[in-house]
């Protein structure tokens, strides 16, 4: 049995449980501060690596934060004091406290960041709405999720379900459809979604959660859904479905759905690294709210 881990074993683990290959073209996941030599006794885990999150790891004694948002969405030039993200580094690098990064990886890998929004709203028989062919993988992988409900409910109670799921900010919940409409067959694609329109409708959902809806994409797409409703209700074979709205629309704070995915990573993380090393290193969860927004008036 080893007496203590190295960061290099825990990020094996990590990309194992979220490979990288799976990451989108113009993603850069995995890791950005850290030894691999060093030893790891604690990590800490949050969606976004603000330096609020940042000082939360460095109080909690964390050797390793994981979190999902990277801290360099975008090619750099400097990491120096001019700007946050330096600081940030910075101060990583003073506390030997290494950052991994689980993005788009995260996001399609099996009890990745969909797979746990879709369970944490009761949906089953889960497969991707995108999949990816990975022959590597026993499982189904791929981005979103496509599920159903145990039993039907109004899409008014199953948006309720959705708010009771996640934790609270200030953007809480929106919702586009008819809210008596009955609702089985759910899409769920965590972050921003507006771009998967086409595939959510191929997939027949009746109703799609997600995150960053912006005005023009979804006002389309609920009156492409409410005429398609409408010709269907006149006896034209138009789309698939009854007469209602289909897919009606859940937009979603973006951390906060991303967040379920810590309720599967925080057993999946520490329980492999067990698994292979004999060791269990101490796992935290940020309680920090990262949503930009202070007040909704």
Same mark, same amino acid.
């Given at each position: 049995?080893?007496?203590?881990?190295?960061?290099?074993?825990?990020i094996g683990?990590?990309?194992?449980?979220?490979p990288?290959?799976?990451?989108?073209?113009?993603? @850069?996941?995995?890791?950005?501060? +850290? $030894? =691999?030599? *060093? #030893? &790891?006794?604690?990590?800490?885990?949050?969606?976004?690596?603000?330096p609020?999150?940042?000082?939360?790891?460095?109080?909690?004694?964390?050797?390793?934060?994981?979190?999902?948002h990277?801290l360099?969405?975008?090619?750099?030039?400097?990491?120096?004091?001019?700007?946050?993200?330096?600081?940030?580094i910075?101060?990583?690098?003073?506390?030997?406290?290494?950052?991994?990064?689980?993005?788009?990886?995260?996001?399609?890998?099996?009890?990745?960041?969909?797979?746990?929004?879709?369970?944490?709203?009761?949906?089953?028989?889960?497969?991707?709405l995108?999949?990816?062919n990975?022959?590597?993988?026993e499982?189904?992988?791929?981005l979103?999720?496509?599920?159903?409900?145990?039993?039907?409910?109004?899409?008014?109670d199953?948006a309720?379900?959705?708010?009771?799921?996640?934790?609270?900010?200030? @953007?809480?919940?929106?919702?586009? +459809? $008819? =809210?008596e *409409? #009955? &609702?089985?067959?759910?899409?769920?694609?965590?972050g921003?979604?507006?771009?998967?329109?086409?595939?959510?409708?191929?997939?027949?959902a009746?109703?799609?959660v997600?995150?960053?809806?912006?005005?023009?994409?979804?006002?389309?797409?609920?009156?492409?859904a409410?005429?398609?409703?409408?010709m269907r209700?006149?006896?034209v074979?138009?789309?698939?479905?009854?007469?209602?709205i289909?897919p009606?629309?859940?937009?979603?704070?973006?951390?906060?759905?991303?967040?379920?995915?810590?309720?599967?990573?925080?057993?999946d993380?520490?329980?492999?690294?067990?698994?292979?090393?004999?060791?269990?290193?101490q796992?935290?969860?940020?309680?920090?709210?990262?949503?930009?927004?202070?007040l909704r008036i």
């Open positions: 049995m080893a007496d203590a881990l190295r960061l290099e074993q825990v683990v990590l990309q194992e449980l979220y990288l290959r799976y990451a989108e073209d113009w993603d @850069a996941p995995g890791l950005i501060v +850290g $030894d =691999l030599c *060093a #030893p &790891v006794h604690a990590i800490h885990c949050a969606v976004d690596p603000t609020q999150v940042v000082d939360e790891a460095i109080e909690q004694g964390a050797d390793l934060l994981v979190t999902h990277p360099l969405f975008r090619s750099v030039h400097e990491v120096s004091g001019l700007g946050f993200r330096g600081e940030i910075r101060r990583l690098i003073e506390h030997h406290c290494a950052l991994w990064v689980g993005h788009t990886n995260a996001d399609a890998a099996y009890r990745g960041v969909a797979e746990g929004a879709a369970e944490a709203f009761g949906l089953q028989d889960l497969r991707p995108l999949p990816i990975d022959e590597l993988s499982h189904q992988v791929g979103g999720r496509v599920g159903v409900l145990p039993q039907a409910m109004s899409l008014r199953f309720m379900r959705v708010k009771d799921a996640l934790p609270f900010t200030q @953007a809480g919940v929106q919702v586009s +459809g $008819d =809210l *409409a #009955p &609702v089985s067959r759910v899409a769920v694609l965590p921003s979604g507006d771009s998967m329109f086409d595939d959510v409708r191929a997939c027949g009746d109703v799609f997600t995150s960053d809806l912006r005005h023009h994409p979804a006002l389309d797409a609920i009156e492409q409410r005429y398609e409703a409408a209700g006149a006896g074979a138009l789309g698939s479905g009854d007469g209602h289909r009606a629309l859940i937009n979603t704070p973006h951390s906060a759905i991303e967040s379920l995915w810590f309720h599967h990573a925080g057993i993380i520490p329980a492999r690294v067990q698994e292979r090393y004999g060791v269990r290193p796992l935290t969860i940020s309680a920090l709210n990262t949503d930009p927004w202070s």
